[in-house]
């Protein structure tokens, strides 16, 4: 069955850096989009970023664009989330999940929590 | 990138049904038939439970529908029963491999 695994949160201070992890396992990662969706402590959700299957596309909600980088390691079925400059406002649970073809995220990881403050 | 506009809650006794409705612009909702509805539970991972307006993935209770007109589309809960309450969010396509999702709505079955 398709499983996501997200790590990589913590604790971070503002202006640092950090790199979360997407393990995926159950279909053919190399065949599917991936996105990161966050959700900070009792708000809504939030899209935060596009990789097509391949690598060669990627997009970017206005809120992270030029601080955060998508990746994937399709070697390695690994989806990647660098996060550069970060805020406080950027404190939530990161999910990430599987696109289909555009039209939605069928598959959700349990996300992990990164927390900004100093 | 505005969010989608949904009321914060609704609720409803076991056996009714409720409609949750999620308003976007002529550029998001209204413009494509990719709007899509997830239940999270507290704590857990949103699930999918309808796709492209109004389509059910294998799986999903035909209890849950989607329907949309304009700029709004909405979930309809048919026979509540206690395991629907949850946060439901509705999503968007948005144009240029971007998406919007909306607020959130807490249903809460009395």
């Known amino acids: 069955q398709v499983q996501l695994v997200e790590s990589g949160g913590g604790a971070v201070q503002p202006g640092r850096s950090l790199r979360l992890s997407c393990a995926a396992s159950g279909f053919t990662f190399s065949s599917y989009g991936m996105h990161w969706v966050r959700q900070a402590p009792g708000k809504g959700l939030e899209w935060v970023a596009i990789?097509?299957?391949?690598?060669?596309?990627?997009y970017y909600a206005d809120s992270v664009k030029g601080r955060f980088t998508i990746s994937r390691d399709n070697s390695k079925d690994t989806l990647y989330l660098q996060m550069d400059s970060l805020r406080a406002e950027d404190t939530a649970v990161y999910y990430c999940?599987?696109?289909?073809?555009?039209?939605?995220?069928?598959?959700w990881g349990r996300g992990t929590l990164v927390t900004v403050s100093s | 990138q505005s969010a989608l506009t949904q009321p914060a809650s609704v609720s409803g006794s076991p056996g009714q049904s409720i409609t949750i409705s999620c308003t976007g612009t002529?550029?998001?909702?209204?413009?494509?038939?990719?709007v899509s509805w997830y239940q999270q539970h507290p704590g857990k991972a949103p699930k999918l439970m309808i796709y492209e307006v109004g389509k059910r993935p294998s799986g999903v209770s035909n209890r849950f529908s989607g329907s949309m007109s304009g700029n709004t589309a909405s979930l309809t809960i048919s026979g509540l029963q206690a395991e629907d309450e949850a946060d439901y969010y509705c999503?968007?396509?948005?144009?240029?491999?971007?998406?919007?999702f909306g607020g959130g709505t807490k249903l809460t079955v009395l």
């Open positions: 999503c968007s396509y948005a144009g240029s491999a971007t998406f919007v």
């Open positions: 990789i097509y299957y391949d690598g060669s596309n990627k």
């Open positions: 002529s550029s998001d909702v209204g413009s494509y038939n990719l």
């Open positions: 999940a599987r696109d289909r073809s555009l039209r939605d995220f069928d598959h």
